[in-house]
């Protein structure tokens, strides 16, 4: 089955600063890659995803870029607010399933 | 438009009891999943349910779990003979369709804390 593998665990960056989290898939057959924002006692929240046949896709101050040659995305957050400070997950969807198989996920703690 | 409805929101259960967690659907859909998130970890998969059928149960442990989704009423993940281990938070999630690329919406989750 699919593997998805997250690094960093945890991230601390100053108010303004980017952020950059990175993940990798092990099922080829993946295409469907989103990112979850979770809060503390929260439930996740799809923040932006990407589908294997764009490289990269935008919203506002987040950005996720796909490689799936390489089989690794990204998520970019530019400008960091204290607001972002949160645990972020990537997670895979194989070809044909809408189950998703997560990351570990990387606690962002953005300082003012 | 409700979002995915969980209840309950808590539960304290005992060793050896047993545990009901509840989760409605977002008006219109059909499909629902279960996660398990145990404390400082990602979600892991545990079963794909349609109204009246288990799609998929690959994530599902063989013994003591179980999951229905009736023709009427919420869907249910139960617990039989709850262990420490079992406290986690359960999340129920649903979609319109099934297909990659169909945004999942998660509930609030379900924490169990196992006593």
């Known amino acids: 089955g699919e593997n998805v593998e997250q690094h960093p665990s945890t991230l601390s960056v100053q108010e303004g600063d980017s952020a950059v989290i990175k993940c990798t898939y092990s099922d080829s057959a993946s295409n469907y890659f989103p990112w979850y924002k979770q809060e503390l006692g929260k439930r996740p929240q799809l923040i932006i995803d990407i589908r294997s046949n764009v490289g990269e896709k935008k919203d506002q101050r987040i950005a996720v870029t796909l490689n799936k040659t390489a089989k690794h995305f990204s998520l970019h957050i530019t400008e960091t607010q204290p607001e972002d400070s949160a645990v972020y997950f990537c997670a895979a969807s194989p070809y044909g399933y809408s189950t998703l198989t997560f990351g570990k996920g990387t606690m962002l703690l953005v300082s003012p | 438009n409700a979002g995915v409805m969980q209840n309950p929101r808590h539960l304290v259960r005992r060793r050896g009891q047993e545990a009901r967690l509840r989760c409605s659907p977002m008006?219109?859909?059909?499909?629902v999943y279960w996660y398990r998130q145990l404390p400082e970890e990602g979600l892991k998969f545990m079963v794909y349910?349609?109204?009246?059928?288990?799609?998929?149960e690959s994530g599902m442990p063989k013994e003591r779990f179980s999951a229905e989704f009736p023709k009427e009423g919420p869907s249910i993940l139960r617990i039989q003979q709850v262990v420490r281990g079992d406290s986690a938070a359960y999340f129920c999630a649903s979609s319109l369709r099934q297909e990659p690329g169909n945004t999942i919406y998660f509930g609030e989750g379900s924490w169990l804390t196992v006593v």
């Open positions: 008006k219109g859909h059909s499909h």
């Open positions: 349910l349609q109204k009246e059928n288990i799609i998929d």
